[in-house]
């Protein structure tokens, strides 16, 4: 039998499953997922419309952070990408931003990253610099000692050469850091 609470329940948890409710007067986020992004969708970046347009899922923006532990941050290929190695311990603590994210978002950001082929997405220890989710329905917050655990796109299969490329702690596509300009992808 349809009912008009029968209904509504089912619209609520229909699409992502982002916006569940267990009471019809008290919205909930879902099942989200914390992402660490340092590149081209970074805020100010290129691709960062992806992270918060809504077309492709749903993102809300955390804050930003640090890699706890360090990593090769490099910009390579021809069309000047950036990559983060998975190479723990080596090269230096990498800046960027924190997310919270839908199913829907998490499997478009890894067909954008070409994951697992191009990137493998794992799970790091992010401390956070500036915290600015304050919305509790998130259920995200950074443990006593500011650490959240974040997925990351990261690169363990690369030509080897990239090891000797610098190694960087932040990154810009529009080289204002001194680093080649990327490439978008409409003028590959």
């Known amino acids: ?36 992004v340092y590149g081209t969708l970074k805020q100010g970046q290129p691709n960062h419309h992806y992270m918060i347009s809504g077309i492709k899922g749903r993102g809300k923006s955390c804050g930003s952070g640090v890699t706890v532990e360090k990593y090769p941050l490099v910009v390579a290929g021809k069309y000047n990408i950036p990559f ?20 829907q978002l998490l499997q478009f950001l890894d ?52 090891l000797k490329l610098p190694f960087h702690s932040t990154y810009d596509a529009f080289g204002k850091l001194g680093q080649p300009k990327y490439v978008i992808r409409d003028y590959r």
């Open 111 to 162: 067909e954008f990253e070409g994951c697992p082929e191009m990137y493998q997405r794992k799970q790091v220890k992010i401390r956070t610099v500036e915290w600015k989710a304050t919305d509790k329905r998130l259920y995200v917050q950074p443990d006593a000692d500011g650490i959240l655990l974040c997925f990351v796109y990261c690169a363990s299969t690369y030509d080897r050469e990239w």
């Open 1 to 36: 039998m349809f009912t008009v609470q029968n209904v509504l329940s089912t619209i609520k948890c229909f699409s992502t499953r982002c916006w569940q409710t267990s009471d019809p007067t008290v919205k909930k986020f879902g099942k989200m997922t914390n992402v660490f």
């Open 84 to 103: 983060l190695l998975n190479e723990p311990g080596s090269g230096q603590q990498v800046t960027g931003d924190i997310y919270t994210v839908d199913s």
